[in-house]
Every structure is written in structure tokens, then in C-alpha cells.
């Protein structure tokens, strides 16, 4: 038998009614959720409930602009030390770019082979070069070294005494990848009058 109250509303009448009103459970989630991220919100627009976050973020910016400019100083110094070492080497230097630029080599190597030679410290007189280049299929030995040797024609010309060619098709440095040795020097260059010329013409 239901017990009617006030206003002639029985008591189960009224505690459905208040059932009926309540959110199910998955509504209060959503209610929850949609606070905590209003909290976030507020948190990151500088709200003090949470300055920790802030922090957290103005430090990981401060990390990854520290690390840009490690990269950029690196990068620079490599840069510098590359041009010093053009400056001087500028025969070494001068026969590096021109293969490069004439025959676009696959594979590269200069060597300066002055120190082995009765030549000053630090002369750019004697060198090897090992050239593998696409331009060198269908061309014979002789060809090959004669293209080299018209490239480098100003140098040899000016300051380089001695050239060592190795021009090798790709086909041919991918089955045989070696950079031949140069024999010990047998002092030919202390009888040889146009050394002198040509070491004088590289140091200016």
C-alpha cells in the first residue's frame, strides 16, 4: 500500500521520480572528462593549478633549440674546417673539384704523395688519384688517363711534378676496390730541373 505525502504524492511515486532524474553512469563520465579537460584547458592558458605542466613544456622547447644549435654550430665548424683545408691544400684541392665537376665520378681519391718524395714539408708536387667514373666505359687505358690528364692540364703544367691515374669503369672498382701503392721513391726529383719552378709555383 503506498504512503502518500504532502501535495498527495506517494513516497515511491517521488523516489522514482528522483531515479528518473539522475544521470546514468556513462553521462557522469562524460560530465567527469569534460571537467578534467576544462582543467587541462585552464592549466595550460597559465592557470596556477598546474604550473608544473608549463614548465614541463617551456623545457622541452628550451631542449630542442639547445640541440638546432649544437647541430648548426657543428655543421659550421665541419664547413670551416673543410675551407681551411682547401686553403691549404689549394693543389689538392684544385684537382678534387675539376675531376669532380669533369667527369662525375661515382667514387673519388686524391692523395698527396709529396712527403714520400725529396721535396719540402707540405709541398703538393706528387699525387695520386683514383678516378671511378661512368665516362671511362668504352674508352682504352691510354684514353682514360689521357682524359684525366687533359683535365688536370693547368696543374700539371704549373705544380704538380708526378701523376698516378687510376680510372676505373664502376663495373670494374665494384669487383676490384683497391687504391694501388706507389713505389719508394728513387730521388729522381733532386736531379730534375722543373721541380724547383713548379714548387715555387704552388707555394705562391
Do not use: Y
Not at 55 to 64: D, E, I, N, W
Not at 154 to 177: F, G, M, N, Y
Request: include cysteine.
Amino acid at each position: 500500500m503506498a504512503t502518500r505525502g504532502r501535495g498527495g504524492f506517494s513516497f515511491s511515486q517521488t523516489r522514482r521520480n528522483n531515479e528518473e532524474k539522475q544521470p546514468s553512469p556513462p553521462e557522469r563520465f562524460r560530465r567527469r572528462r569534460r571537467r578534467r579537460r576544462g582543467v587541462f584547458k585552464e592549466a595550460c592558458c597559465g592557470h596556477p593549478l598546474a604550473p608544473g605542466l608549463l614548465m614541463l613544456s617551456h623545457v622541452r622547447r628550451v631542449v630542442h633549440s639547445s640541440s638546432s644549435s649544437s647541430f648548426a654550430l657543428s655543421s659550421s665548424r665541419r664547413s670551416s674546417r673543410l675551407m681551411e683545408a682547401g686553403s691549404n691544400r689549394p693543389v689538392e684541392a684544385s684537382i678534387r673539384t675539376k675531376l669532380t665537376e669533369v667527369l662525375e665520378p661515382e667514387h673519388l681519391e686524391v692523395l698527396n704523395e709529396s712527403h714520400m718524395h725529396a721535396v719540402p714539408p707540405g709541398s703538393e708536387s706528387h699525387f695520386r688519384v683514383l678516378v671511378v667514373s661512368a665516362r671511362f666505359e668504352g674508352l682504352s687505358l691510354l684514353q682514360r688517363h689521357r682524359l684525366v690528364n687533359e683535365t688536370l692540364s693547368h696543374e700539371l703544367r704549373t705544380s704538380v711534378h708526378a701523376l698516378a691515374i687510376q680510372a676505373k669503369t664502376p663495373q670494374q672498382w665494384s669487383s676490384d676496390p683497391s687504391l694501388a701503392k706507389s713505389p719508394p721513391c728513387l730521388g729522381g726529383s733532386k736531379h730534375d730541373n722543373t721541380v724547383a719552378g713548379k714548387l715555387k709555383s704552388g707555394l705562391d
